[in-house]
């Protein structure tokens, strides 16, 4: 008998139709369900990817449904909600946001699902934090895509600087996949060398380290001012994310999870470096942060704590 790999995607935006057509053309998987308030989108997207399937690597079934298929998928993947305009941060979705996921997700309980949830809608931390709340899941099974993103755009940025494959680069953005973001360059390598090596080697002053977070921490507004929404990068982000928990590969990726006291934080969601196989995550990987990078996790800390407090919380309760 087959094994069931089944992924209900909640949300056929720009985003959540990357991640679909990603998929796609990665395989994996063996039935793919697009659910969305406008029942006819999905049902053409469905319609569309399907026709493809003489040229994908595997078969899949592709239909449009309703949140009953929730019952029993392995993971239900969430993109839904209002996109990021030009000029608005991802905090500023918060509320609007917020409520688009608590209703998405009391709907998906509803059905009787016990898989796992990923989140990529924005402002990823606070939706996560709302589905955690909402479904009362257990911290392994809920995932946020964090600053896997963030990461892949620091990889390649990196990599194009050094003219080294990125797949060599070994760097992380930590933190709230957002403008407080930070990079724990203590733990950045080229390879097996650590990149501030690398910099002293070549005499170069580290002050292009800065250069270069703030190309990562801009993007998605360069972007966003160029084609008025970004969507390619995070829909291959999510398949990576899907395939290392259907896989059980044990893969470390820097998503946004609940903390129990490591980085000296617990209760909220943010972006770290985990360790993800079937379960969900199997656990954190917890990097020793210098004093001026403790500094940096803090500040991203506070700035989902406040917002959290001041308009997610009083929401919920």
């Not at 977070?213 to 507004?221: C, S």
Request: charged share 25%; net charge negative.
């Amino acid at each position: 008998m087959v094994e069931k790999r089944k992924i209900v995607l909640i949300g056929t935006g720009f985003v959540g139709m990357s991640f679909a057509y990603s998929l796609l053309n990665q395989g994996g998987i063996n039935e793919l369900v697009l659910v969305d308030v406008m029942k006819e989108k999905a049902e053409g997207e469905a319609m569309d990817l399907s026709h493809g399937l003489s040229c994908a690597p595997s078969r899949i079934n592709i239909k449009s449904g309703d949140y009953t298929e929730c019952k029993d998928a392995n993971i239900v993947v969430i993109t839904a909600g209002i996109a990021q305009k030009p000029g608005q941060t991802r905090l500023e979705l918060a509320t609007i946001n917020a409520k688009i996921m608590k209703e998405i997700t009391e709907n998906v309980i509803s059905s009787g699902f016990k898989g796992i949830f990923v989140v990529a809608s924005n402002p990823v931390d606070i939706m996560t934090y709302v589905v955690s709340k909402v479904s009362g899941f257990p911290k392994n099974k809920v995932i946020g895509s964090g600053t896997v993103l963030d990461t892949a755009r620091l990889r390649y940025i990196l990599g194009e600087y050094f003219n080294i494959s990125s797949k060599n680069v070994h760097a992380y953005i930590m933190g709230e996949h957002g403008d407080s973001s930070f990079v724990p360059w203590t733990h950045c390598y080229i390879g097996c060398k650590k990149v501030i090596d690398v910099l002293e080697d070549r005499h170069e002053d580290f002050s292009v380290l800065e250069d270069i977070y703030k190309d990562v921490q801009q993007a998605a507004y360069e972007i966003i001012n160029r084609k008025k929404a970004t969507y390619y990068g995070i829909g291959l982000a999510l398949t990576k994310l899907i395939k290392a928990i259907l896989n059980d590969e044990n893969q470390i990726l820097p998503v946004s999870t609940k903390l129990e006291n490591e980085y000296k934080h617990k209760g909220l969601y943010i972006g770290v470096p985990a360790v993800i196989n079937s379960t969900g995550i199997r656990e954190i990987l917890e990097l020793r942060l210098t004093e001026e990078e403790q500094a940096k996790f803090d500040y991203s800390w506070d700035t989902l704590e406040k917002t959290i407090k001041e308009t997610i919380d009083p929401l919920l309760n």
